[in-house]
């Protein structure tokens, strides 16, 4: 019984670690195939982070669908998304929208806490140094309810100037980005995968066969279209494309 409570509680704790982990888009090739590309062409072409669009192409005429996996490993619809939208495209060049995540990004004092760390440190010894030589000045103001700064109380100089009692430096530090703003809205990198084969799919279809999925490695994206695709006869391919590239991208696999 011991055992068998041991062997249960492994496998949750597997689980639970599967759940917890991410999709690592920096180790990631910036682009890559599966399936059968040579019967399809080239694919993706690229993925336009700011317009929000993928550019394909095809050797033939065939049938497509888009999804994005998020760093969460969710695995979200992109083409087709509406009602009677078709998945046939011909031979050629094309370009589809595809929808994009956004997410939070705040910047607040967190650029600049080694910098506060720092300049508190030297407040509080100017403080103690004062106080060591027994002439500890009175201090006067209070804590700025600015909520773009900290202001730490400015001493009144020492009535007898001296060099080891020099006025203590006050702590001002910016509690926001540089531009003035308490955070962004900006784009969820991602990564695009392109299915093509000769069996069409309709949003509806789509949205089924990614529900549920959950990407966690690159063996995982290169066998996601065979989900796509589903369990059919005629061949398939796959393409896949990270949104916001790495600024030192490895060659495509």
Known sequence: MK?????????????????????ALDRLPAAGTSGRPERFGQGLLGVNAQASTATFTLARD????????APDGRVRPAYP???????????????VDVPEGRVWNAPLAVPYA??????????????????????????????????????????EPPATSSPTQAPCAPVVVPR??????????????????????????????????VAGARV????????????????????WAGYFMVRIPNPRPQEPR
């Open 3 to 23: 055992a068998r409570g041991a062997m249960l509680l492994a496998a949750v704790l597997a689980a639970g670690a599967c759940t917890s982990a991410r999709l």
């Open 81 to 95: 998304l509406a009602p009677g939208e078709s998945s046939r495209f011909a031979a050629g060049l094309h370009t």
């Open 216 to 235: 966690r490695s690159e063996a995982d994206l290169r066998a996601l279209p065979a989900r796509v695709a589903g369990d059919r006869p005629t061949p």
């Open 62 to 69: 065939a049938e497509i669908a888009l999804v994005r996996v």
């Open 176 to 209: 926001f980005s540089a531009g003035g703003g308490a955070g962004t809205w900006e784009t969820e990198n991602d990564v695009i995968v392109l299915i093509v084969s000769e069996s069409p799919i309709t949003s509806d279809e789509l949205r089924a066969r």
């Open 114 to 155: 080694a910098q506060e760390t720092e300049q508190w440190r030297r407040y509080n010894a100017c403080i103690a140094n004062n106080r060591d030589q027994g002439r500890m000045p009175q201090e006067k103001g209070s804590v700025s309810r600015d909520s773009s700064r900290v202001v730490a109380p400015v001493p």
